[in-house]
């Protein structure tokens, strides 16, 4: 959608929910493209470590003893579990690292549809190359280019079908884009790993790519909805005005925002590597005759950040009526330990039991849920919020680099995992967050000083 010379949306056609039409396309796309995601990503550990990386299928992989060697080259003789939680992190990792790239792809050259649609059609090959021991790696490469291509330039086209000035509807539109992002995330674990539990590791997989090319199709029917402006007139766009010294502290501070998740980060994404490895090997999945998969426990943390946002806005309005409600960087904190609560749930259940009821992943899970609602939409909000106007969306860009970070991390201390024990790897997770949160706490007032341009 285009705006009108005075700054406000054209008429509405059509809606979804009162909202632009082309908004049911791009959350439909996005949540089978999650639903595909989040599927492969709950099998991949296992995978790796159950199937792919035992003798008779390894040899297989095109390329994988030079990508081995490269990777102990830097990190170290890596045994199947540390090569696994190794590769895990770098391919999580730089999935949110390549839609800055993307991005400017779409700026300069391709267009944001055209992006999107290529980003579908290789992740959609991805998926499919993941059916061949010999394709592994050419796999992780495609779902990582294409989703870069897709990612942020999806998500930028929510905010095209509003005007500038128009808030409400924007808050509106990303609210429900995000619901379809958290519904894939829930059944893309779930369906997918009871697949690979009845049929084997490739028909989750299938399964996967099969979605990928669902949401490609349901672009395509909405593709003539979205409209933008061209390559060539964002290249020829006058140049900004210089900072001020101000506006670089403000992003200053947003940097330092940005670097503070990184811990919670660490202890969050952990849950779909190490702690489905954890759960399968040390928790008791049976329940009334039935094996639970692994994987579902992944579609905890995504269910509970749907349900649980009527009641943090609840909780959140209660506390600003009052004047308590915390401001973005406590937020952070405030998940940052909540995190840490989840994870030294965990260390509870392996010091109460060797074989681990499944109720505590299930707090894990349920924790890390609510945690992640406080700290990524609160660091997002800031950013739109304080950032200066010709860099917000850079700036929301380069948020996605702390979860670069973090989830190159969260693969690196996962090769710690078989040199300790359970209750000590879950206690260093939860440290990990402990620490963050106590930093973000100490950092809250003097950044929320700078960001609201009350600074001396």
């Known amino acids: 959608m285009v705006e009108l010379a005075d700054g406000t949306a054209p008429p509405r056609k059509g809606t979804f929910f009162g909202e632009p039409r082309a908004l049911a396309y791009l959350s439909f796309t996005e949540a089978w493209e999650r639903f595909s995601y989040y599927g492969m990503t709950a099998l991949l550990v296992l995978y790796m470590t159950q199937a792919l990386f035992m003798p008779g299928h390894v040899e297989n992989i095109a390329g994988f003893a ?266 952070i904190s405030i998940g940052a330990w909540i995190a840490a609560a989840a994870n030294f749930a965990l260390v509870l259940g392996c010091l109460l039991a060797q074989r681990v009821p499944a109720i505590f992943p299930v707090i894990y899970d349920v924790l890390l849920g609510v945690a992640f609602l406080y700290y990524w939409p609160p660091l997002l909000a800031l950013i739109s919020r304080a950032a200066p106007s010709g860099l917000k969306a850079t700036l929301i860009g380069a948020a996605f680099l702390s979860l670069f970070v973090g989830n190159i991390l969260v693969g690196w201390v996962g090769t710690y995992y078989e040199r300790m024990t359970p209750t000590n790897f879950w206690t260093l997770e939860g440290s990990i967050a402990l620490v963050g949160g106590v930093l973000a706490f100490l950092l809250a007032r003097p950044l929320h000083r700078v960001l609201t341009g009350t600074a001396n």
């Open 66 to 331: 030079t990508f081995r060697a490269g990777l102990e080259s830097v990190f170290g003789p890596l045994s199947t579990l540390a090569l696994a939680s190794q590769i895990y992190g770098l391919y999580t990792g730089f999935v949110y690292f390549t839609p800055v790239f993307g991005g400017l792809i779409a700026d300069r050259w391709l267009g944001r549809r055209k992006a999107v649609m290529l980003g579908a059609v290789l992740m959609s090959g991805g998926h499919i190359a993941m059916a061949f021991d010999q394709s592994f790696l050419l796999a992780l490469f495609l779902l990582i280019v294409g989703c870069g291509l897709l990612k942020g330039n999806i998500s930028t086209q929510v905010g095209q079908l509003y005007a500038e000035d128009d808030g409400p509807g924007r808050t509106r539109g990303y609210s429900i884009f995000s619901m379809g992002i958290n519904v894939g995330a829930t059944l893309g674990p779930l369906i997918c790993g009871l697949l690979a539990q009845i049929y084997g590791w490739h028909a989750g997989f299938g399964l996967a790519g099969i979605l990928m090319l669902t949401g490609l199709a349901t672009y395509i029917a909405g593709y003539r909805t979205l409209s933008e402006e061209t390559p060539k007139a964002n290249r020829t766009k006058a140049v900004a005005a210089p900072l001020d010294a101000k506006q670089w502290r403000v992003i200053g501070a947003l940097v330092v925002a940005m670097a503070l998740t990184i811990p919670q980060s660490v202890a969050y994404y952990q849950n779909s590597s190490i702690g489905l490895v954890w759960i399968d090997a040390h928790v008791n999945l049976d329940a009334f005759g039935f094996h639970i998969p692994t994987s579902w426990f992944n579609s905890i943390d995504p269910f509970i950040s749907i349900v649980f946002v009527p009641v943090l806005i609840a909780l959140w309005r209660w506390q600003d009526k009052r004047g308590g409600e915390p401001n973005e960087v406590m937020k």
